[in-house]
């Protein structure tokens, strides 16, 4: 969605912010149209971490719920991040991160409203996105340039209640350009030019597509499935998911030339049609589904998803319990009275040096006891899934970034 493109709500557009680049869903743009560079590797990554992050919380909901943010999810883009509530028809800061003052002039004080914050190129723009409704409602990818500052954001919607979504959190890394690039103005772009990038979006969902088909027919076809073919199919119908979930406009008519739709109930099923096939078994669907949500609520990414499966108790039969359990806000009452009695016993272990630790790699987990003194002891490494490991290789290295 472009600046140009809305409707004349809410704050005035900088006469600066002229073109679009198709591939962003929601792209602001100073006088310039100079895109960002391949090198420009880190911006990009964070956008997509937060993306990942808001995903993960999301797990097949409509929103994820704001209530569900947490200071060690936040951790790795908190300096870059811009938490707002829509309230009484504005946008209310919760909180700003201090790399924000590159865009904004300030760090903007919780409780002040978005439309009194400094009139930057930045905050006209975002104001005028959220001044619509659907700009609240979609998590949409977008770059800015302005003058020597160029970034990468997106901006991701949550919910009190689950069903509209009244909380923003906008997620922004920026550089500055070496005084030595090369800038050029440029027209805006052609409706044609605009329309033949949008059918790239989709031929691109369409790839993805046939490569879920390919890995499904492994599966479905009797004789030739493993255990293996089904994780890796899921691992692409689990990619094509994510994929769209980024571009829903492309996702939407791409479904519909398939002669599908999109359900709020059931996000993963056109994804898992599209790599089964559409007569597939419904229920093997919905375990396949809930299977998925499982991970995504886990935050486990499709390149972690079959690792996943193979070290949750249960498996895919798990997971469907597990989410069975969450959809009816219950936990699993034999997993906490095991988890109470595991507690009961992990007070009484003995502690053990550091060098008496074993690692069968380079990186693993142990657990540690805070003793009633406040002492902290080490009780033993512990076997954990590959994903596991590397997410908290990534969180401690976020923290030492910060």
Not at 2 to 21: C, F, H, L, M, Y
Not at 46 to 61: K, Q
Not at 178 to 186: A, E, P
Not at 223 to 230: A, K, S, Y
Request: with cysteine.
């Amino acid at each position: 969605m472009s600046i140009e493109d809305q409707k004349d709500k809410g704050p005035k557009p900088n006469k600066n912010a002229s073109t679009v680049r198709a591939e962003d869903d929601f792209v602001l743009r100073g006088q310039i149209d100079r895109p960002i560079q391949p090198e420009a590797t880190p911006e990009r990554r964070m956008h997509l971490r937060a993306f990942d992050y808001w995903h993960g919380l999301n797990a097949g909901r409509q929103f994820p719920q704001f209530e569900d943010l947490t200071p060690e999810g936040l951790t790795p883009f908190k300096q870059n991040c811009l938490l707002l509530e829509y309230h009484r028809g504005d946008m209310m800061v919760r909180f700003c991160g201090a790399e924000m003052v590159v865009l904004f002039g300030e760090i903007l004080s919780p409780g002040s409203q978005l439309s009194g914050s400094p009139a930057t190129a930045f905050s006209m723009a975002l104001q005028q996105r959220l001044a619509l409704s659907d700009g609240r409602q979609e998590a949409a990818e977008f770059e800015f340039i302005d003058g020597p500052v160029e970034c990468r954001g997106t901006l991701l919607p949550f919910s009190a209640r689950g069903e509209l979504a009244e909380f923003i959190m906008v997620v922004v890394n920026h550089r500055r350009k070496s005084t030595t690039d090369t800038v050029t103005l440029v027209d805006p772009k052609s409706t044609a030019v605009r329309a033949n990038e949008a059918a790239d979006k989709i031929a691109a969902l369409a790839t993805l597509a046939v490569e879920c088909a390919d890995a499904g027919s492994t599966v479905v076809h009797p004789g030739i499935g493993t255990r293996e073919g089904l994780y890796l199919a899921l691992a692409q119908a689990y990619r094509l998911h994510i994929a769209a979930a980024r571009d829903p406009a492309s996702y939407k008519k791409f479904l519909r030339s398939h002669g599908m739709r999109q359900q709020q109930r059931a996000p993963y099923t056109p994804a898992l049609k599209l790599t089964f096939g559409a007569t597939y078994d419904k229920t093997r669907l919905t375990e396949y589904a809930a299977a998925l949500s499982c991970a995504a609520r886990n935050e486990v990414g499709p390149d972690g998803l079959a690792d996943f499966l193979k070290n949750h108790p249960g498996g895919i039969k798990g997971c469907v319990q597990e989410e069975r359990a969450v959809r009816q806000g219950k936990g699993s009452s034999n997993q906490q009275v095991r988890l109470e009695d595991a507690q009961t016993k992990a007070r009484q272990i003995a502690a053990v040096s550091l060098e008496k630790v074993s690692l069968s790699q380079e990186f693993g987990l142990a657990l540690v006891r805070r003793n009633s003194d406040g002492s902290t002891e080490l009780l033993s490494a512990v076997q954990t899934p590959k994903h596991i490991v590397d997410r908290a290789i990534i969180q401690v290295a976020s923290k030492d970034e910060n």
